[in-house]
């Protein structure tokens, strides 16, 4: 791993140790160099007591971090959309946070918007300290560059919402409302989310009530939209093992009002870790941690240059869960500086409704 | 096998225009050896350029084995020069650069008609043999003569064309270049016509035509 | 295919015969497309290097927000340009002298800096972090290692003091540039939260309007595809480019008239091959194979000779390029595939050319000779109408140019239309000259010897065409520098006035020094001087603060002025500026400037300008002291000293001993003025060098003419000899007549030299530099290259004439015996 490497927009790669993904070496290291040593940082416990808006905001001692959010959405033809906002924060090194220039943050902003026919992405850069990105909790606003998840007056913490969500890209853009009327979400064990049997964690709660209302644009045709948006936010040090390559990550808005927060870390032996909630209309959250679930890729797409499994078969017996999954548009590929693929879907089964699927370390 | 039928040319030289040829008809079948003869002026030369698609007529037909020469461009008069036709000049027009066997053989590789056996005999015929590696500048008139006749009959012509081949040459060297020329054509079985002002050297061969204000007389 | 490689070999025949043909033909593409291709790669190797320059995190390459009169801005802006959708990313630019030795220091935030800006730096893994974390680490070219002589990893200080970071080696780096990380960029030059420029990525998606983020604080500007390096040092390039094309026209002649004679030759070998059934077309295509075949062979052998031409030249372009315009060029060639290219297909293209006349002749030639008279006279009278005719038509173009153009390029236009006007002409000019000579002859012979040297004139017109303008180029070039290098001297005796100059290493010896210096007696006064760095309309320009002393007043050569000048200086408010700078901005007495000062501009008025001859920068002079209030950070180590002659040695050796200063750091006046003659002296090195080969080819081109037309000339000398004339008077009466022509030829190279020297100066030097000199002529400068050219014209002349002494009788008689 002594390749060099252009010290541009791949420089986020070089700071995060995120070098050569996909490639074979890159494996080991995990997906976008999550696998790596974390000396130095904070380490996720059990435990936690979560307090809000401090930890809507950033936790500079944890060594990555991000808000993501993910909606499906609907004109008023019925055409299916899927937006995707998402802010990363990562640490070149532990310490003391530095004022200016100095400071060790680096941020990184991916937005999509996908339709049927068309996927389109963007994505930013910013050192942390001189206000070109960051996320302040009073009132709550994230930001890079001109992207930005702000709260609206009236903001509960407690279920951060009303948000305005905005951003855009050469071929894009746009701007959403977000609304919720439920309390924000504990995933894992009460926020404290296991990645492996050798104790790597992350903190990790979510916003999955979001209904939404805006305007999407792909090139210049503005269009209105509704639907259903979800927010995930998770920090950590090290949340993968070494010897985990990549997770296929299900968020699911079931018809029945419930919803189904479900991944898998893949081993490189192949003893793939399943985890997921179970989240009740009323907002309870429940491990759905059992030998029996099963989720099983059941249709490959070829997507720049790679085989992705873009259809899955999902079970959970003990919930009386058995679906199918497809893509909203097979080729929702990211081809940002750590490529992956992040795109709408909709199911059908024993269940029916609409979700986003993330897969990354393909 | 050569045929000339109410050949006609006119030069224009000094603003007036001058009717070299006015109908000459000529026939030359094969082996045939034909002397030209004619006083200065009489188109003799010109004719013999004619002959040879040096230069185009103004009227009438030249057919060698069947070809119309009058019909074809500047590379196909080329090709018939090439590969039927043999000319040997009074100028001997050898290429200063090339040693005696060179120069006997540059046309029949050109040609692609080089023949190692025939090339042999060739030198030994015209008596070369010691001469091969000389230059042209190196050799006497009747030396050059025969290495011009060499190169011309090296591709086995059809015919043999000459203007004035012993012009610059003396007498005895003459009669020994013409005698020379005579063996080979009759080994080749080539036709053979000659440009000569000498009605001694014109005595030698099959036949003679004599040129006359343009008209075969 | 057989059959053309049988024609090719019959036509070859002809060189293996005529080996000196061969030779000067090969001998003229050579020298063509050495001096060309050297040229080129050397102009290729400054280009480069420029292009590094300018590709250093976005030179002019690269759109980009600046500040108004180029003075810094404040961060937020940039926060506030990002986040209202521009794709922009922050450099900070500025000075620092580490050793004595000045650098551009870069701040950039690789996050942010976009992937088109061009060659980003690499950097390895983990590199992100060592680069922004403090202290961080300084990227440089390997020759900064080299010229500061510190291994990578090292941490060089400032001149003022300052701790750099670790140095490390950036291949794609220009020398003389220092790249470190924004913030730590803003630390070491004292400027926190300020910025110089920002670059402008490709845009990824709707943006305000600059105005309504920024207001009018900074200025788009569009990327240019030209450096400013590039711009400074066009002139040079286009003199050497110019030098090359000279050469290369003047090889080209060379080629000309070897291809002319080997085809005169050759007539009778192309009838033959016609008679023997080898067609036009045939004959023609297998012409032209010959001569690519040799101009590709030449073309490799001359681009072998143009490397080493470049290598040999290239260490005196580098100092010339360094020493007018601080630009950087590393002394070791490296030349592209695409040199190689273009260098042979010069080659191929220039014997086209020069063999053009040639092979349409060979196309149109007929198999039959034709018994038309040969009208040479006439024909040649047709020609030389025509031709002078066309030379009126470019001298009418280089009057316009003259008039009206107003940029480098029209002047270098005006000398080319001149000296092909001129070229042109000569012909016309020379047989007007032999007919005089020819009316006034009396004795047979003499007629004789003028008429046949009218007729010989066509066929050396070429070549005494290329001597006439080897000749003038060599006087006007020649005249230009020299009346430069004694300008240059009288202006550097008033210039370099102070008897003793100091460089401290720092404030703190130069404090310790100045204080030892105010108790030395022998000292008259010590003179402050201080410099800093400023931007002002769109280029780097130097402020030069002299403190009030005699010393300038008296001796500081100034081209114009108003009245008291220097006491006007005193208060702050005045300013000197150089003639480049003013020449640039037209800017002349009275005229109000405002230079960018860290406190805010600083208006000044011009009282004066001066010459600032070999500066690549403008030059603004102000007092000391008022440099010193706007300019607080200078540092404070060089100064003057005035000191009787007499005691300068012992002082110099006493402040060695005392303070351990080196060389570069002492140096009394004299040494001082003979190291800038030695550096001006090496600007011109390349141009003399050029020069010289000019001369060599064109001598070379003027005995080719001769042999050839010796070869041709004998029918015309055979009946002189055989009515009695001996060889040995015969080849006299040749050497004669082309001494006169090449004389004649000669005498008119002088006016055109010095036109041209008078063009140089007071047009493109002006454009290209910035500066006029005063003309002077040197006629025993003139006479020297007259002598020269007499000799050269000498050589060239005898071997043929050598040639006709020696002549057998029997080659004589053989005249008479061919008819051809």
Redesign the interface.
Known sequence: MNASIKLSRRAFAGGLALLGLGGGAARAQGFAGLGENAEGFATVVPGRTFTFPADHGPHPEFRIEWWYVTANLRDASGAAYGAQWTLFRQAIRPGTQQPGWANQQIWMGHAAVTSAETHRYGEAFARGGVGQAGVETKPFHAWIDGWDMRGLDGMLDATLAPLDLKASGSDFSYALRLDADRSLVLQGDAGYSRKSDRGQASYYYSQPFFNVSGLISIGDRPVDVTGLAWMDREWSSQPLGPDQTGWDWFSLHLNTGEKLMLYWLRQQDGRNKMFGNWIAPDGRSVEIASADNSITPIGMTDVAGRKIPTAWRVAIPARGLAIETTPLNAKSWMGTSFPYWEGPIHFAGSHAGLGYLEMTGY | MLSVRNLTKTYRSAGEQVAVLRGVNLDISAGERVALTGESGSGKSTLL?LI?G??AADGGEITLADIAVADLG??G???????R?G?V?Q?F??????NVE?NLA??S????RHDAVWHAELVERLGLAALLQR?PEQLSGGQQQRVAIG?ALATKPLLLLADEPTGNLDEATADEVLALTRDLVARTGCGFLMVTHSERLAATLDRRIHLHAGLIA | MSRALWILAVLLSHWRRHPMQLATLLIGLISATALWSGVQALNAQARSSYDRAAATFGGARTAMLVGRDDAAFPQALFVELRRAGWNVSPVLEGRIQIGGRAFRLLGIEPVTLPGEVGDAPTVGRSGLQSFVTPPGEMLVAREVLTDLNLPEGARPSTSSGTLLPPLRVQSQMAPGVLVVDIGIAQQLLNMPDQMSRLLIGKTKGPRAALEAVAGDRLLLVEPDAESDLERLTDSFHLNLTAFGLLSFVVGLFIVNSAIGLAFEQRRPMLRTLRACGVSARMLNAVLVIELVALALIAGVMGLVCGYFIAASLLPDVAASLRGLYGAQIPGQLTLRSEWWIAGLAISVLGALAAAAASLLKAARLPVLVAAQPQAWQQAQQRWLILQSAVALAVFATAGFLLWYGDSLLSGFAVLAALLLAAALMLPAILERVLSLGQRSARRPLAVWFWADSRQQLSGLSLALMALLLALAVNVGVGTMVESFSRTFVGWLDGRLAADVYVSAKDDAQATAIRAWLRARPEVEAILPGGRADAQFRGAPIEVLGLPDHATYSEHWPLLESSGNAWVRLRPGDTALISEQLARRLKLGLGDRIEVPAPGGNWPLEIVGIYADYGNPKGQITVNYAALTRRFPGIPATRFGLRVAPPEIPALLSAMREKFGLGDRSLADQATMKAESKRIFSRTFAVTAALNTFTLGVAGIALLTSLLTLSNSRLPQLAPLWAIGITRRRLAAIELVKTMSVALITALLALPLGLLVAWCLIAVVNVKAFGWRLPFHVFPLQLLELLGVAMAASLLAALLPVLKLARMQPASLIKIFADER
């Open positions: 350029h040879a040096l230069d500047d590379a008069r080329a090709e018939l020069r090439r590969d036709l000319l000049f100028q027009n050898l290429i200063p650069s090339l060179d540059f046309q590789r050109i040609a692609g230059y190169r």
